[in-house]
């Protein structure tokens, strides 16, 4: 089986990375489409914006679910027995799976970045990666200073989440093996700072029509596999501020007996935590269309 995984968050995109993808039949049509239902314009921001503009969480989350689907079209879904998002990925998996309608996806996405900045911009949080060490030494340091583990992302890699000050204080002092990164993100993601983001989402959720998966798919929550597409949506309205669990989602992958993954644009991040927690799988990052054979190739009956 062959799992496509969705690219995570924001902060990954760099200016001018949809160009290339605009070159196919009908993209630059599907684009300005997204564009008019996410309520930001997504040519501009993929082709003209600079690197400051695109990480605007109201215009990076679109942008990455917009990336995601139009990889996710050029690639088509021969072949496909599974998905799962990380993170914002996880409404570009919704859609890829059927439980929304690219419409819908693309509407919830838009306001989901407009909410989520609105309630990062009420008080000064933000998020850390913090990288090797023990775990459970990592979630003692965590909670000593009142932070959060906001995703718990495999591979050796959680990230941390709450005020600047008690961020600094985890980097002046880490925790012994670790290496701590400060993360260009504009508020403390999952967490209980977007409760107001959740409030509004969950509005604009009650309104939308879901079907359930025609595909495997896995939620964040818990590394589960969902098969309603009304409760995949309430959990996607929860997962904004709540944490990211992609550890167990690996786990469930390999325990599926997952014997490939492919990751949508923007993509690179995914294949490298799966590359160390889960050795031996093989994996393709589509990152331009040029990726698109090697992918293809990996979803083929014949090496799947």
């Known amino acids: 089986m062959v799992l496509i995984a969705i690219f995570p968050g924001q902060g990954s ?89 690219e419409e819908d996806a693309m509407r919830l996405v838009g306001l989901r970045g407009r909410a989520m900045a609105a309630a990062a911009a009420s008080s000064p949080t933000g998020m850390s990666a913090v990288l090797g060490g023990d775990t459970v030494a990592v979630l003692d340091r965590l909670a000593e200073l009142g932070l959060t583990a906001a995703n718990h992302n495999g591979g050796g890699q959680l990230v941390a989440a709450g005020s600047l000050s008690a961020l600094d204080a985890l980097a002046a002092e880490p925790v012994r093996g670790t290496r701590v990164v400060a993360l260009q993100v504009a508020g403390a993601f999952h967490t209980e700072a977007m409760t107001p983001a959740v409030d509004e989402l969950r509005l604009a959720a009650a309104e939308v029509a879901t079907h359930d998966p025609h595909v495997r798919l896995w939620t964040n929550r818990d590394g589960s596999s969902v098969t309603e597409g009304a409760f995949f949506l309430d959990l996607l309205v929860e997962q904004v501020a709540s944490p990211v669990r992609w550890d167990l989602c690996m786990s469930a992958f390999a325990d599926a007996g997952v014997s490939g993954l492919v990751e949508l644009a923007p993509a690179g991040t995914l294949t490298g935590l799966a590359k160390r927690a889960l050795r031996g799988t093989p994996a393709v990052a589509v990152k331009t269309p040029a990726d698109l054979l090697a992918a293809a190739e990996l979803l083929s009956p014949s090496t799947s």
């Open 13 to 101: 995109q760099s200016p001018g990375f949809l160009t290339p993808w605009l070159e196919l039949d009908g993209a630059r049509e599907r684009l300005a489409a997204y564009s008019e239902w996410s309520g930001v314009d997504l040519v501009a921001a993929g082709t003209e914006w600079d690197a400051d503009r695109i990480r605007d969480t109201a215009v990076a989350q679109p942008l990455i679910v917009a990336a995601g689907l139009l990889s996710w079209n050029a690639l088509g879904d021969d072949h496909v027995a599974g998905v799962a998002g990380h993170s914002v990925g996880e409404f570009t998996a919704a859609a890829a799976a059927g439980v929304l309608t």
